[in-house]
């Protein structure tokens, strides 16, 4: 079992900056890639970023590249995706996730364990 708390959510104008974290616990951390996704009111959870076990390959949605980027720490248990020039449309509940494949997935099928969420809200 894995248990993910997110973090570092908020309000902000659009062109601004959050830093979302999320800290595991549980069993080993990296055994996990980690993922970020998010999800708009009355829509899917889509994908964001993930990373790979050894933090050495990341892959990330075409609308948040060159914006974002994710990172982890092992030794401390946690994920962090830095986020830079937001817009409206990156509005919604981000999650952190954990899936066994080790290696960086979009898929949400692979992810098996999720954090609650942590709301962010990017004003124009």
């Known amino acids: 079992q894995v248990q993910l708390v997110e973090s570092g959510g908020g309000l902000v104008q659009a062109g601004g900056s959050l830093r979302l974290s999320c800290a595991a616990s549980?069993?080993?951390?990296?055994?996990?890639?980690m993922g970020w996704f998010r999800q708009a009111p009355g829509k899917e959870r889509d994908f964001v970023a993930s990373i790979s076990w050894t933090g050495a390959t990341a892959y990330y949605a075409d609308s948040v590249k060159g914006r974002f980027t994710i990172s982890r720490d092992n030794a401390k248990n946690t994920v962090s995706l830095q986020m830079n020039r937001l817009k409206p449309e990156d509005t919604g509940v981000y999650y952190c996730g954990a899936a066994a494949s080790r290696i960086p997935t979009a898929w949400k099928v692979e992810y098996e364990y999720w954090g609650q969420g942590t709301q962010v809200t990017v004003s124009s």
């Open positions: 549980g069993r080993i951390f990296n055994n996990y890639a």
